[in-house]
């Protein structure tokens, strides 16, 4: 007895593996509403893609189905659903079978009754215009008849289920998916151009490297979405699908440069190792590997590392880290819903496809941010560095003035002394020539040396300015020529003599030039002591003033003139037109009928 109760194995691996209820397949009226999947009312059953539809029948593997979505990664099988259509109406009845997937490699429909079949999907399907592939089916009156559906994927995975539809309606709802993806598209195109041009007005690598990781998704989507096999070529279409694996190992390459730079992860020496690693993956990934599922789970280890290190980095106080973690988080959480699904665990992307590009819409903002936030912090970085950059250069200043400040008061100490030693020369000098004069009795020789003594001390006087008035650049020349005048007058044993000074001094002169010009007045006084005025009477005029073609120098007194030719040879002139020409680099012009009149020009 036991025999006739007992369930065979093959019922009850479907029971405990497969989770599918025990109940007869049941048809679906088409004469009827026919509201979500009919892989409800379908058997489903897996077996490898050559099997034929003969084969496949008398194994019996055939299994009732209660899940309204198919799920499978690439694989060398095949699914094969069987299903059961009925028009219970009294009229012909034109509906389609929608396959509510856009990325199916192989499609094959057959009806039971015959041996006609009908291919379709990404392999066969040269031109699409919609999303989804579908079927036009047409049942007579009163009529059943069933139907194998052949599924198989080599490259990609795919999720997948059968609903009953209108054709129109098929079709308005088709375009109304493809608008909402062709829009994100195009914003995540705009945000991609917007990123490279931020990248490259800012030089920041990092930037560049997410426009590329952009530029990725941005073709993964296009294929993910379906929109490819409608607006390309069927050949970039099959190619396109035979490198989705290396697809998914550029987006993990540019993520993985990018998540590099941007929280400047050489820094971190093990975890930097760490991502050369998951780059040397990736190009394995893009080169050789071929298993969707090794893919996948690579895919998920890199997502919960890269986030784990955000966390990590913005613990180590990279501020700007913050919003690297809100944004990778969302993608994260989108990437998670995907490879789910891929797997088969769960179905969110019938409920929101459009996920992964919601998510990196969003993760593109709050990158956008991040690059102002990081902006800000080297602004701060900039301005903190600056202030400890001032305080340094005027600490700096401070010092280099104390320094230059002992520097110049030694040099100006050193040239104070130079000139004291120098008057004081200058003194012995004089009062060698002096006590020279005085032991003389001839008068020519005492004259001679009256006028030596005159010369010289014009040049001492100016260093004795210099010592007294403490001033090493400028000579006040208005005091230095009165001061002159008084030791010529009191040289000339004038006292018997009515001689009066008039002098008008407007500039001031450096030591170099005001000891000449002080040898040329005492020259020219001396001379108009002697001979200019025979009665003892008599003025003596100086001005010293600037002029646009620079200095002038005019003495002229109210005594008698000479002949200048008669006097052309003489000692005074002679020192006179040397230090003029030479010296001043001036010029010197003499009017000598009535009185005598000296201009002298010089720089």
């Not at 010289?456 to 002159?484: C, F, G, H, P």
């Not at 002679?574 to 009017?591: A, F, R, Y």
Request: charged share 20%.
């Amino acid at each position: 007895m036991l025999k006739y109760i007992m369930i065979p194995w093959k019922t009850l691996t479907y029971i405990f593996f497969l989770n599918i209820p025990l109940y007869a397949i049941h048809s679906v009226d088409i004469a009827t509403e026919v509201n979500g999947s009919i892989l409800t009312f379908s058997d489903v059953c897996i077996v490898d893609k050559n099997i034929t539809k003969e084969q496949l029948i008398a194994k019996e593997c055939f299994a009732p189905y209660s899940n309204d979505n198919i799920h499978r990664s690439q694989s060398q099988k095949s699914v094969w659903v069987h299903f059961i259509l009925e028009n219970s109406s009294t009229k012909e009845i034109k509906k389609i079978v929608v396959l509510n997937s856009p990325s199916l490699e192989n499609i094959a429909l057959y009806r039971g009754d015959s041996d006609d079949v009908i291919y379709n999907g990404i392999t066969q399907n040269k031109v699409q215009s919609t999303l989804y592939y579908f079927y036009h089916i047409t049942l007579p009156a009163k009529s059943s008849y069933d139907y194998y559906l052949k599924v198989s994927s080599l490259h990609t995975s795919f999720f997948f289920n059968i609903t009953i539809q209108e054709y129109q309606q098929f079709r308005d709802n088709d375009l109304k998916k493809q608008a909402p993806r062709i829009l994100m598209l195009g914003i995540l195109l705009g945000l991609m151009l917007y990123v490279v041009l931020l990248s490259f007005y800012s030089g920041d690598k990092s930037y560049a490297y997410y426009g590329f990781y952009l530029f990725c998704i941005i073709g993964y989507q296009t294929t993910f979405l379906g929109l490819s096999k409608i607006y390309l070529p069927h050949w970039l279409v099959l190619m396109d699908m035979k490198l989705l694996i290396s697809k998914l190992g550029l987006m993990l390459f540019s993520s993985i440069l990018f998540s590099i730079t941007f929280l400047k992860i050489p820094t971190y020496g093990w975890i930097f190792k760490l991502y050369m690693f998951f780059m040397v993956i990736s190009i394995i990934m893009i080169f050789i590997l071929k298993s969707l599922f090794i893919t996948l789970i690579i895919g998920v280890l890199f997502i919960f590392f890269n986030f784990s290190v955000s966390i990590f980095v913005y613990g180590k106080g990279q501020k700007q880290a913050r919003l690297f973690i809100v944004g990778f988080g969302v993608v994260s959480v989108a990437y998670l819903m995907i490879i789910s699904d891929s797997f088969g665990f769960t179905s969110f992307l019938d409920v929101v496809p459009n996920i992964l590009m919601w998510a990196t819409i969003i993760e593109v903002l709050s990158l956008t941010l991040a690059f102002a936030d990081r902006y800000k912090i080297l602004q701060e970085l900039k301005e903190k560095d600056d202030k400890e950059r001032e305080e340094i250069i005027q600490h700096e200043v401070i010092e280099k003035t104390a320094e230059l400040k002992r520097v110049l008061t030694n040099k100006e100490v050193l040239i104070e002394e130079v000139h004291h030693r120098v008057k004081n020369n200058l003194q012995i000098i004089l009062s060698m020539i002096r006590l020279q004069r005085d032991s003389m009795h001839e008068e020519l020789i005492k004259d001679k040396l009256i006028n030596l003594e005159n010369r010289i001390n014009a040049i001492s006087k100016t260093y004795s300015m210099l010592i007294v008035e403490d001033r090493l650049a400028q000579i006040d020349m208005d005091e230095y020529i009165e001061a002159l005048l008084i030791d010529i007058k009191s040289s000339m044993f004038s006292n018997t003599l009515d001689i009066h000074f008039h002098t008008h001094i407007e500039i001031d002169l450096p030591l170099g030039k005001a000891v000449y010009i002080g040898i040329i007045i005492n020259e020219l006084v001396t001379n108009a002591y002697k001979y200019a005025f025979p009665d003892g009477k008599g003025d003596i005029y100086i001005e010293l003033y600037q002029e646009d073609s620079g200095n002038i120098l005019i003495l002229y007194d109210s005594g008698e003139g000479f002949v200048l030719n008669k006097n052309r040879n003489s000692l005074g002139l002679k020192i006179l037109e040397t230090l003029i020409t030479e010296q001043l680099h001036g010029t010197l012009k003499v009017e000598s009928l009535n009185h005598a009149k000296y201009i002298i020009k010089f720089e």
